[in-house]
């Protein structure tokens, strides 16, 4: 039953990822006075397959001088983690607890660093290294602050299995006592996925689409797959942590909803940052937010116990 339901989500999880590239293009269309998609099927309904199609069907090229196994796996290697993550999602019926979920989950974003790590070395270009190499200081840095973030919250549960998240979120979210932490959380998960204002991976002003600008038909498609999913799972981890998980009600998944387009709105309304001030947030911001948090929740413990 448990392969069942995983393989049943994964479907689900690939039809959703063509709808939210949907959703974002309209919406990027809307903030910036234009018509998003809108010919392609019935309010343009159809675009996203019709880009998929495009994508698998054109030639696959590939650079003379790459190291081609590396080059031609990376992508699969990154779909994959991103499909192992969805492990994670909580289920009830047949019940399959997850007790390490969240080191599961850390340990499967920290192995995310290798995919474009290694995509952009083996593609030997000057501009997908650049993009290999400014992805993972920036991700290696945001995992610490994030981590540190999760270890407040997981105080509180005294557990690492998402699904208690939702049993102690019965009265009260723990959005309301820990609002900043929210913040930093969700910032840290846009600097996690790569998406702007942190996408220095993939700079298109001055890296020509960064890591995988040596990438085309299929391998594209897989990167462009990875980065759509983890941002779906980002925002289901977000509401499970701070908008009480109530699987049974529809309303988890218009919270779903919301973050993923608070993270579109993001992309259409700040501009970029600067490096080393991503770098400085992080470090000079974050780190001593968070820390700050984790000795107040573990004394109130201590307190309490």
Same mark, same amino acid.
């Given at each position: 039953?448990?392969?069942?339901? =995983?393989?049943?989500?994964l479907v689900?999880?690939?039809?959703?990822?063509? =709808?939210?590239t949907?959703?974002?293009? /309209?919406?990027?269309?809307?903030?910036?006075?234009r018509?998003?998609?809108?010919?392609?099927?019935?309010?343009g309904l159809?675009?996203?397959?019709?880009?998929?199609?495009?994508?698998?069907?054109? *030639?696959? %090229?590939y650079?003379y001088?790459s190291?081609?196994?590396?080059?031609?796996?990376?992508p699969?290697?990154m779909?994959?983690?991103s499909f192992?993550l969805w492990?994670?999602f909580?289920?009830l019926?047949?019940v399959?607890?997850?007790n390490?979920?969240v080191?599961f989950f850390?340990?499967c974003t920290?192995?995310g660093? !290798?995919?474009?790590?290694l995509?952009?070395w083996?593609s030997? /270009? &000057? !501009?997908?290294?650049?993009?290999?190499l400014?992805?993972?200081a920036?991700?290696?840095?945001y *995992?610490v602050?994030m981590? $540190?973030?999760?270890?407040?919250?997981? $105080?509180m549960v005294?557990?690492?299995?998402l699904?208690?998240f939702?049993?102690y979120?019965? !009265?009260?979210?723990?959005?309301?006592?820990?609002?900043?932490?929210?913040?930093c959380f969700?910032s840290s998960?846009?600097? *996690? %996925?790569? #998406?702007?204002?942190?996408d =220095?991976? *993939?700079?298109e002003?001055?890296?020509?689409?960064?890591? &995988?600008v040596?990438?085309?038909?299929?391998?594209?498609?897989?990167?462009f797959l990875?980065e !759509?999913m983890n941002?779906?799972f980002?925002s289901m981890?977000c %509401?499970?942590?701070?908008f009480?998980c &109530? $699987?049974?009600?529809?309303f988890f998944?218009i919270?779903?909803?919301?973050?993923?387009?608070?993270f579109?709105w993001v #992309?259409g %309304?700040?501009? #970029?940052?600067?490096?080393d001030? $991503?770098?400085?947030l992080?470090?000079?911001g974050?780190?001593?937010?968070s820390?700050?948090?984790?000795l107040f929740?573990?004394s109130?413990?201590?307190?309490?116990?």
């Amino acid at each position: 039953m448990f392969v069942i339901s =995983f393989l049943l989500l994964l479907v689900c999880i690939l039809i959703s990822v063509a =709808f939210v590239t949907l959703l974002e293009r /309209s919406v990027l269309g809307y903030i910036q006075i234009r018509k998003g998609p809108n010919k392609v099927g019935f309010m343009g309904l159809l675009q996203p397959f019709s880009d998929g199609l495009k994508l698998f069907f054109k *030639e696959q %090229t590939y650079p003379y001088f790459s190291n081609f196994i590396i080059y031609y796996f990376s992508p699969v290697f990154m779909l994959f983690l991103s499909f192992l993550l969805w492990v994670l999602f909580p289920f009830l019926l047949n019940v399959y607890n997850f007790n390490m979920g969240v080191l599961f989950f850390l340990c499967c974003t920290g192995m995310g660093v !290798y995919g474009v790590l290694l995509s952009g070395w083996s593609s030997n /270009s &000057n !501009y997908a290294l650049l993009g290999g190499l400014r992805s993972v200081a920036q991700t290696i840095s945001y *995992e610490v602050s994030m981590a $540190l973030l999760l270890i407040c919250l997981l $105080l509180m549960v005294a557990s690492f299995n998402l699904i208690n998240f939702m049993k102690y979120q019965h !009265y009260i979210w723990f959005l309301f006592f820990s609002f900043p932490l929210f913040l930093c959380f969700f910032s840290s998960c846009l600097a *996690e %996925t790569n #998406r702007s204002p942190f996408d =220095f991976a *993939e700079g298109e002003s001055e890296l020509v689409s960064g890591f &995988n600008v040596e990438y085309s038909s299929g391998g594209f498609a897989f990167i462009f797959l990875s980065e !759509y999913m983890n941002i779906i799972f980002m925002s289901m981890l977000c %509401t499970i942590i701070f908008f009480g998980c &109530n $699987l049974n009600s529809i309303f988890f998944y218009i919270k779903i909803v919301f973050l993923v387009f608070m993270f579109i709105w993001v #992309r259409g %309304t700040l501009p #970029r940052y600067r490096y080393d001030k $991503l770098m400085y947030l992080t470090w000079k911001g974050f780190l001593p937010l968070s820390l700050s948090y984790l000795l107040f929740y573990g004394s109130m413990l201590m307190l309490i116990l």
